[in-house]
């Protein structure tokens, strides 16, 4: 079941951050701008698609578990989901929304946030 939510979230994001949907889509661009064009995970846990998702995988046989095994929650599902895209990366931004270091850098432990 795991392996299905994060493949069901990875088409998602990609979905969100594709040209098609940020035309549109001012929240996500002014988050972006914001954040070096990056959005911390900490926001995209709380999208409506994403609570849906991982509410249907999640929920899918009562237990819940899924969710409660991840070290951050939700959020390493979605950095997970992001890392399994060719099309999206994810990086450490600190709390002034700068890039500090591509995900795994030796210097991420420095980083304050995490966005996709």
Do not use: C, H
């Amino acid at each position: 079941r795991r392996s299905a939510l994060i493949g069901a979230l990875t088409p998602q994001l990609e979905y969100y951050f594709s040209p098609a949907n940020l035309l549109g889509d001012t929240y996500l661009r002014t988050l972006m701008d914001l954040n070096s064009g990056y959005v911390p995970v900490g926001v995209i846990v709380n999208f409506g698609n994403v609570q849906r998702l991982v509410g249907r995988w999640d929920g899918a046989d009562g237990s819940g578990g899924i969710v409660a095994a991840e070290p951050a929650g939700v959020q390493s599902l979605i950095r997970e989901a992001a890392d399994r895209s060719a099309l999206l990366d994810v990086v450490w931004i600190d709390g002034s929304g700068r890039k500090v270091a591509d995900e795994g850098a030796a210097d991420a432990d420095a980083a304050a946030d995490t966005a996709t």
